[in-house]
C-alpha cells in the first residue's frame, strides 16, 4: 500500500512535470496539504516526509488539530480553505496563519479586529466564484475589486491573492478555463495598484491544469491521504 511518503513524492512530481511544461521554476508552486478529516497522525506524517504547510475546512476539527500538534507550531503554517461563519471569526484569528475563505467585508473586519496583536497580519485570500455557480460560496467576480480594496486596507490583515475552486470539469482544457479567469482577474488587480502574489487554485484532480494557468499554491487531500 501507497504511504503518505510514497503519494506526496508523486504529488510533487505532477507539480514539477506541470511546471517545466509551463516554463516556471518548481519553487514557485507552494504544495498546501489538506488534511481535513484527517488525524493529526496524519499531519505528523506528513510533516516527517518534510511538509509545512497545511490546510483545513472546519473550524472545530482544525483547532483540535492544531492543539494536538503544538510541538510542531513552529514549523507549521495553517491555513483555513473551507467556508467561515462570522461567530467563527475570532478562534481562526488566534490559531490560523492564513484564511483562503474570506468572500464577504464584515468576515475580513472581525478578522482583523480580533487578530492578536502580538501575532504576524494574518495572511487573506478572497475566495472568488469563478464558475458562477449558485451554490458555491465565494465573491462573484464584479464585485472582486472593491472587496479586495476594502480588504486591502484592514490593518491586521495581508490581502494575499484570490482563492478558487471550480467547477469540476473533465478535458484539460475545461479545466484551464476557469484558473485562466481567475488568473486574469488576480492581474486586472495588480494593474490597479495591489500587489497580490497568491493564485490559490488546483486540487487532486487539476492540478496540472491550475499549475498551466499560474497558480502559486496548489490545495490537495485525497491524492496524499487517499479517499476521505
Ligand atoms: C478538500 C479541499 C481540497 C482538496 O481536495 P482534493 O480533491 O482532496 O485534493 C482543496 N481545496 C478545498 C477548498 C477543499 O475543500
Given at each position: 500500500?501507497?504511504?503518505?511518503?510514497?503519494?506526496l513524492?508523486?504529488?510533487?512530481?505532477?507539480?514539477?512535470?506541470?511546471?517545466?511544461?509551463?516554463?516556471?521554476?518548481?519553487?514557485?508552486?507552494?504544495?498546501?496539504?489538506?488534511?481535513k478529516?484527517?488525524?493529526?497522525?496524519?499531519?505528523?506524517?506528513?510533516?516527517?516526509?518534510?511538509e509545512?504547510?497545511?490546510?483545513?475546512?472546519?473550524?472545530?476539527?482544525?483547532?483540535?488539530?492544531?492543539?494536538?500538534?503544538?510541538?510542531?507550531?513552529?514549523?507549521?503554517?495553517?491555513?483555513?480553505?473551507g467556508?467561515l461563519?462570522?461567530?467563527?471569526?475570532?478562534?481562526?484569528?488566534?490559531?490560523?496563519?492564513?484564511v483562503?475563505?474570506?468572500?464577504?467585508?464584515?468576515?475580513?473586519?472581525?478578522?482583523?479586529?480580533?487578530?492578536?496583536?502580538h501575532?504576524?497580519?494574518?495572511?487573506?485570500?478572497?475566495?472568488?466564484?469563478?464558475?458562477?455557480?449558485?451554490?458555491?460560496?465565494?465573491?462573484?467576480?464584479?464585485?472582486?475589486p472593491?472587496?479586495?480594496?476594502?480588504?486591502?486596507?484592514?490593518?491586521?490583515?495581508?490581502?494575499?491573492?484570490?482563492?478558487?475552486?471550480?467547477?469540476?470539469?473533465?478535458?484539460?482544457?475545461?479545466?484551464?478555463?476557469?484558473h485562466?479567469?481567475?488568473?486574469?482577474?488576480?492581474?486586472?488587480?495588480?494593474?490597479?495598484?495591489?500587489?497580490?502574489?497568491?493564485?490559490?487554485?488546483?486540487?487532486?484532480?487539476?492540478?496540472?491544469?491550475?499549475?498551466?494557468?499560474?497558480?502559486?499554491?496548489?490545495?490537495?487531500?485525497?491524492?496524499?491521504?487517499?479517499?476521505?
Amino acid at each position: 500500500m501507497a504511504t503518505i511518503s510514497d503519494n506526496l513524492q508523486l504529488v510533487h512530481a505532477r507539480i514539477a512535470a506541470a511546471c517545466t511544461q509551463a516554463g516556471r521554476p518548481v519553487q514557485s508552486v507552494t504544495l498546501l496539504v489538506v488534511s481535513k478529516t484527517f488525524g493529526s497522525d496524519k499531519v505528523r506524517e506528513a510533516h516527517a516526509a518534510g511538509e509545512h504547510q497545511f490546510g483545513e475546512n472546519y473550524v472545530q476539527e482544525a483547532l483540535d488539530k492544531i492543539q494536538a500538534l503544538q510541538d510542531l507550531r513552529a514549523d507549521l503554517v495553517w491555513h483555513l480553505i473551507g467556508p467561515l461563519q462570522s461567530n467563527k471569526t475570532r478562534p481562526v484569528a488566534e490559531a490560523f496563519d492564513w484564511v483562503h475563505s474570506v468572500d464577504r467585508l464584515k468576515i475580513a473586519q472581525r478578522l482583523s479586529e480580533q487578530r492578536p496583536e502580538h501575532l504576524p497580519a494574518l495572511q487573506v485570500c478572497l475566495q472568488v466564484n469563478i464558475s458562477g455557480e449558485a451554490s458555491k460560496s465565494g465573491v462573484r467576480p464584479d464585485e472582486v475589486p472593491a472587496l479586495a480594496q476594502a480588504v486591502a486596507a484592514l490593518p491586521r490583515l495581508r490581502l494575499r491573492g484570490l482563492m478558487a475552486i471550480p467547477e469540476t470539469a473533465q478535458t484539460p482544457d475545461a479545466q484551464r478555463q476557469p484558473h485562466g479567469a481567475l488568473r486574469a482577474l488576480l492581474e486586472r488587480l495588480n494593474a490597479k495598484g495591489l500587489a497580490l502574489d497568491t493564485l490559490s487554485m488546483g486540487m487532486s484532480a487539476d492540478l496540472e491544469a491550475a499549475v498551466l494557468e499560474g497558480s502559486s499554491l496548489v490545495r490537495v487531500g485525497s491524492a496524499i491521504f487517499g479517499a476521505r
